[in-house]
């Protein structure tokens, strides 16, 4: 019997080898893509198995999350071995050694990348000499025309900057909108209108801004009139196919000539099918001395350092970036994809050069035209931030010019955009200067005053690479062994509860409770794994540098410095004051709103049911869908469903810009956040009246008391308990205040900055987020949590004893 099992055992052994031994090698790639881009992967991954015997398991990640999937697989040490991501990506996740140096890892390949792409698309994946991306996927402008509206007024698409103003005003007198909307008010690709002016957002050695020279200021003057000064909708989330191929019976609302992604070609083919003829494309005019630069979107291929698998995963690079695969791609993205196909900009150099494309030549023209015009610059460290300021820049510029163009417009008691046709025409001269001028000063005065901040970021960005991060780049492997707070944190629990067991083993009654214990223990591990470890740790990550793409043992320790940091920040305090702001316009406004319905629900109004049905059914509803509902009623065009009251009633000549205006974003959260949570104040109130004998009521009626007397000196004071619950937690609640902020603002500003046009939505749990998960600056976000911890326990205990003191 022994004999016949060891042969057994043998039989199994060799049979488990020869399967391990078959197992191809396997690779995981993450894309950040659509459904579409992921089945096509996954066709090209069937092939690359088949020639090269390497199995690629291809995971999909969205575009509103995967800089939050990345963060989390690099920082539990477990990222894919190739993924795609935005242009920041390479140099986010290369300044602190999360990805390889390519050209240093990979130099046969690299060149051979190099011979076969776009040169002009390089520089964007490097820093400090290093390049840590491979141009993958290429999104730029094009300008769409159409040519039946262009020919009848005589028009031909604009070569330069000028033709493109006479064109947009020649539209403007006929009644016609222009559209400008991908990039526009972005500060990242504010080189766009810089270049031509020898000009660039940074200095080359990346320590400077150049936002005060006259030659910057100059091509974003051109930028802020063009964008602010013409008709043209100021809200990036307005439709512009619809509008481009509508006909001449909506002439207010038709755009004969836009600017946007390349992706907006086959939408165009899709929807209007009947003007296939009538329209055109073009690349972007250049500026009047002939100078131009085009800025690239897109995404980057990276190879992550921790990888087991670098060369297989450099193979897969090679493959999907081969003229044959590119060809491959653009043909899936055009024809395969019914009414989501798109046209495909590679950067692919070498595909153009092999192939005759499946598109007309005229499109092929303009499309390689405008490939050759993008221009791009190695990153600089702290540019994320400084861009950031120049974005609140450019939307604060916008925030003083739309008003004054608004003033300027009730002078002659016209509409904007009657004005705006006034001024195309030539009936105002004088205005039109006023008005130009008037932009140009905004403009030049507020680069000016931003400069210094975002000067002070690079610094501070700089400072931090050189003494934290660049020695730590070479003995990085090292320090990935190193014992961390994590470890000694799980190492004290382990001890801990081997001493708790020893101590009831040691004393015989607790011996004898020993199934209580046992019962316990599941809540206790639970407590200590997602309690008491995460807050120890978080502590100790207020007190460190710490960046989450590098492993936790590289954090450094540097005291008070991120508390000190914080809290000589002008944006803590900023946050803070709006956090604030949102609590007491909503606590207060919801209490009364609360306590007068749940009143009136109490006396049984009829149709009783439905009145319950209409209160309670925001507390039901998904928030993602309420402010998708919100977002539709504060739309800034004519569209929007509030505007298109408003203009219907006449109280308005203009659609208001409800989420674009830093100064009405925050009030339009705070009247969401009312109507939301308005039902959960219903229902602690009615709860609360049900507790209210009714012989008080009655003996009030016999005294005389009307209904106001019954409801000041009976229902209030009898619902103090449940005003007292729900202003603390609405306190909470209110400080703490997220979702509807991102909701609302990721809307308006379509993937640029989440939280509201110049951040006039950035409270407190917002700046956690950007410093942690944008910023990637651990130490600064927990040290801000613990500050928000502080200021909402002194508020609790504030209102408690507000609350609770003696009459």
């Known amino acids: 019997m022994s004999t016949r099992f ?46 090269t015997g390497i199995h690629v398991i291809v995971t999909p990640l969205g575009w509103n999350n995967f800089e939050q999937k990345y963060l989390t697989a690099l920082a539990a040490q477990m990222p894919p071995d190739i993924g795609s991501t935005n242009t920041a990506g390479p140099y986010e996740y290369g300044r602190v050694a999360g990805v390889v140096d390519l050209a240093k890892e990979f130099p046969e390949d690299f060149d051979a990348l190099q011979s076969e792409i776009f040169p002009a698309l390089w520089p964007q994946y490097t820093f400090d000499g290093k390049t840590f991306g491979i141009p993958h996927q290429v999104t730029t402008l094009l300008l769409f025309y159409r040519k039946d509206i262009f020919a009848k007024l005589g028009l031909e698409p604009p070569a330069t900057w000028s033709e493109m103003i006479s064109i947009v005003e020649a539209l403007e007198r006929e009644n016609y909108q222009f559209g400008y909307y991908w990039t526009r008010d972005d500060a990242w690709a504010m080189d766009t209108w810089s270049f031509p002016f020898d000009a660039r957002r940074y200095t080359a050695d990346g320590l400077q801004t150049m936002w005060n020279t006259p030659a910057f200021i100059h091509g974003a003057q051109f930028a802020m009139r063009l964008w602010n000064l013409h008709n043209m909708p100021l809200d990036k989330s307005a439709k512009p196919v619809e509008l481009f191929v509508l006909d001449e019976k909506e002439k207010a609302l038709l755009q004969p000539m836009f600017i946007d992604g390349a992706w907006r070609y086959m939408e165009i083919m899709t929807k209007a099918p009947h003007l296939r003829e009538q329209w055109g494309i073009a690349p972007p005019p250049a500026a009047d001395n002939g100078k131009t630069r085009l800025v690239a979107g897109g995404t980057a291929l990276v190879i992550f350092r921790l990888s087991q698998h670098k060369t297989a995963a450099m193979k897969w690079a090679r493959f999907i970036m081969s003229p044959e695969m590119q060809l491959e791609s653009l043909r899936d993205y055009m024809f395969n994809r019914g009414d989501r196909n798109e046209l495909y900009t590679s950067p692919s150099r070498r595909m153009f050069e092999l192939y005759d494309l499946p598109i007309d ?37 916008r925030g003083e010019i739309l008003p004054f163009l608004h003033q300027r417009a009730a002078v002659f008691n016209l509409s904007q955009w009657d004005y705006k046709r006034a001024l195309a025409a030539g009936r105002y001269p004088q205005e039109k200067r006023l008005l130009h001028a008037f932009a140009d000063s905004v403009t030049a005065a507020k680069l000016t005053a931003a400069k210094p901040e975002a000067d002070a970021e690079l610094a501070r960005a700089r400072e931090e690479f050189e ?55 599941p809540a206790v591990v639970l407590l200590v794994v997602f309690l008491f470890i995460p807050t120890i740790v978080s502590i100790y990550l207020s007190f460190t540098n710490y960046n989450p793409i590098m492993p936790l043992a590289n954090a450094d320790w540097v005291g008070l410095k991120n508390y000190a940091s914080i809290l000589r920040s002008a944006e803590l305090w900023q946050s803070l004051g709006r956090s604030l702001y949102y609590a007491v316009l909503l606590i207060p406004i919801q209490l009364i709103i609360g306590v007068i319905l749940a009143v009136g629900l109490d006396q049984a109004l009829k149709p009783d049911r439905l009145f319950k049905f209409a209160f309670f059914s925001p507390l039901v509803t998904s928030l993602v869908s309420v402010a998708l509902i919100w977002t539709a009623l504060y739309l800034g065009t004519v569209y929007g469903w509030i505007n298109a009251l408003l203009l219907k009633l006449g109280l308005i000549r203009d659609p208001i810009s409800f989420l674009q205006d830093q100064n009405t974003f925050l009030n339009c959260v705070i009247a969401l956040s009312i109507w939301h949570g308005l039902a959960f104040v219903i229902l602690i109130n009615l709860a609360g ?73 950035m409270t407190m749990v917002p700046l956690i987020f950007r410093k942690g998960f944008e910023d990637f600056r651990m130490g600064e976000a927990s040290a801000v949590a613990y500050i928000l911890f502080a200021v909402i326990s002194a508020l609790s205990f504030l209102n408690w004893k507000f609350m609770t003191r003696e009459n």
């Open 6 to 51: 060891q042969a057994i055992l043998i039989v199994f052994f060799l049979m488990l080898s020869n399967l391990f031994a078959n197992e191809p090698e396997t690779i995981s790639f993450w894309h950040v893509g659509t459904n579409d881009d992921i089945l096509m992967y996954r066709r090209m991954a069937v092939r690359f198995e088949q020639e």
């Open 361 to 397: 030549s005229n499109t092929t023209h303009a499309v390689i035209t405008t490939l050759k015009r993008i221009g791009t610059t190695p990153k600089v460290a702290g540019e994320l931030q400084a861009d950031r300021i120049l974005d609140k820049t450019l939307k604060q510029i």
């Open 467 to 521: 003494k934290y991060y660049r020695h730590l780049l070479s003995n990085i492997e090292q320090r990935e062994r190193a014992f961390d707070i994590m470890d000694w944190a799980k190492a004290s629990a382990l001890l801990l509860s081997l001493l708790f067991i020893l101590a009831v083993a040691h004393k015989r009654a607790a011996r004898q409770a020993w199934r209580s214990y046992l019962y316990l223990a």
């Open 689 to 761: 009246l049900q507790n209210i004998p009714q012989q008080i009521y009655e003996a009030a009626k016999i005294d005389g008391a009307n209904a106001m007397q019954q409801f000041f000196k009976i229902t209030l004071p009898a619902l103090r308990p449940q005003i007292l619950f729900l202003v603390i937690v609405g306190t909470i609640g209110a400080i703490q205040v997220f979702e509807q902020i991102y909701l609302l603002g990721g809307t308006a500003q379509e993937g640029g900055p989440k939280f509201g046009p110049a951040d006039g939505g």
